[in-house]
Structure formats: structure tokens, C-alpha cells
């Protein structure tokens, strides 16, 4: 069986800075796409990050977020800086079970975590 288990998330002021962790168990995703989504309240879920050879970033979180991963580990990682209210969320780790990169669509991708919670007081 399948999961993504992340951790990291919590209370922050703004400018601080988080580090959430996604470790994948029951197959690896060292060549899949793995990608961190956030839903905010009353917003739809949204990429933050991918990455697989190459990472993206939306825009909002450009210069100020970082993902990596530790195919050794099958983990990937959300570095999170200069935090701003905005940021609040839960965010998601995904990974794509089939190839194919540069799709950050909801809809592409197979196995989820359950969410944790990242609150950014102002």
C-alpha cells in the first residue's frame, strides 16, 4: 500500500521559516513527479512546488520556497521562507504514478498525504 506521510507543518509568525517532509513508502517515485499543493480557506488546491530532474515553482511562492528530495529516502522536502500570512494553508505532498514531468494539474496526480496544517500569523 501506497502513502505519503508529511510533517513539518505548524504555527509561524511572518518572515519565519518551516520545513515540511513527505516520505513516500510501499514503491518509489525516484523517477516519478512528486509535487506540494496547498488549499487554502474556501480556495482550491494548488501546486506550490514539483519536482522531479527539475523543479518548478508557482508564482507566488518564487524566491521564497525550495523544494528537494532524497531519492535514498524517498523523500521530498518543502523549505519555506520569508513566510507571509497568505502562505496559511494545508498543504499536500502528491507523486504521480505513471512518467512524464511538467504537469501540475490535481488531476495528474495518483497518491496523496493527508494534508498538514501551516498557519502564518501576522
Known amino acids: 500500500q501506497v502513502q505519503l506521510v508529511e510533517s513539518g507543518g505548524g504555527l509561524v509568525q511572518a518572515g519565519g521559516s518551516l520545513r515540511l517532509s513527505c516520505a513516500a513508502s510501499?514503491?518509489?517515485?525516484?523517477?516519478?513527479?512528486m509535487a506540494w499543493f496547498r488549499q487554502g480557506p474556501e480556495k482550491e488546491r494548488a501546486v506550490v512546488a514539483a519536482?522531479?530532474?527539475?523543479?518548478y515553482y508557482g508564482d507566488s511562492v518564487k524566491g521564497r520556497f525550495t523544494t528537494s528530495r532524497d531519492n535514498a529516502k524517498n523523500t521530498i522536502y518543502l523549505h519555506m521562507n520569508s513566510l507571509k500570512p497568505e502562505d496559511t494553508a494545508v498543504y499536500y505532498c502528491?507523486?504521480?504514478?505513471?512518467?512524464?514531468?511538467?504537469?501540475?494539474?490535481?488531476?495528474?496526480?495518483?497518491?496523496w498525504g493527508q494534508g498538514t496544517q501551516v498557519t502564518v500569523s501576522s
Open positions: 502528491a507523486a504521480r504514478g505513471s512518467s512524464g514531468d511538467k504537469n501540475y494539474s490535481v488531476s495528474a496526480y495518483d497518491y
Open positions: 519536482i522531479l530532474w527539475t523543479t
Open positions: 510501499g514503491r518509489t517515485f525516484r523517477s516519478r513527479m
